[in-house]
């Protein structure tokens, strides 16, 4: 999404403000960033897990070695598809792991702790997350773009259905646990439905 040159995910315009003020490379600083947001994780109950681990150490080291490898894009169709194609892959990937119960992002687990304590929908607690952390980059320095406001407003509905149908506690495990609790938060799952 980065090469697409159209805007960036708002956590990229974070971690581009930061690298503005610090001078480190923008995925370095998106790997450091995945550690430091763990912390906001202890009051909302959250556990990492494998998938928790897999994407603070290759988000940022596949977006730095992507930036190397790939040239920018030219022409607008090609950018906004090229854009549109990362948005939709950031949201399958978000589904398949935190789905698979393999432990959510550093990130993801901000979405979903709000979603188990406060009861909000993923697609509200995304879009809120979002529109925090891009107000925050762009303060500090980051470029926002088309794509940026796109991510923002678009990312938290794909997120909420690729949860809907690639959640595992709503195949089978769900039906195991307590049922007089909400099915899908004993099984640990965010409320998607």
């Known amino acids: 999404m980065v090469q697409a040159q159209i805007g960036v995910d708002p956590w990229t315009v974070f971690a581009q403000g930061l690298s503005v003020q610090t001078g480190a490379g923008i995925g370095w600083i998106t790997n450091l960033v995945g550690l430091l947001v763990l912390l906001l994780w202890i009051p909302l109950r959250q556990r990492p897990g494998i998938g928790t681990l897999a994407n603070i150490l290759l988000v940022g080291t596949s977006m730095q070695l992507t930036i190397l490898a ?3 894009m030219n022409g607008f169709v090609t950018q906004v598809i090229v854009f549109l194609g990362g948005m ?3 949201a399958l990937a978000s589904g398949i792991y935190i789905g698979a ?3 959510p992002g550093p990130r993801d687990g901000l979405m979903t702790g709000m979603n188990s304590r406060l009861g909000w929908p993923v697609w509200a607690c995304r879009l809120t997350i979002e529109a925090t952390v891009l107000l925050f980059g762009w303060l500090l320095g980051g470029t926002v773009g088309l794509g940026t406001v796109l ?3 678009g990312i938290g ?3 909420h259905v690729a949860l ?3 959640d595992v506690s709503r195949r089978g495990a769900a039906a195991q646990v307590d049922p007089g609790r909400d099915p899908v938060a004993a099984a640990g799952a965010p409320r998607v439905g």
């Open 157 to 159: 509905p794909l997120v």
């Open 151 to 153: 991510f923002a407003a």
């Open 101 to 103: 119960r393999l432990g």
């Open 88 to 90: 939709a892959l950031v």
């Open 164 to 166: 809907r149908l690639l």
């Open 70 to 72: 790939l040239p920018a």
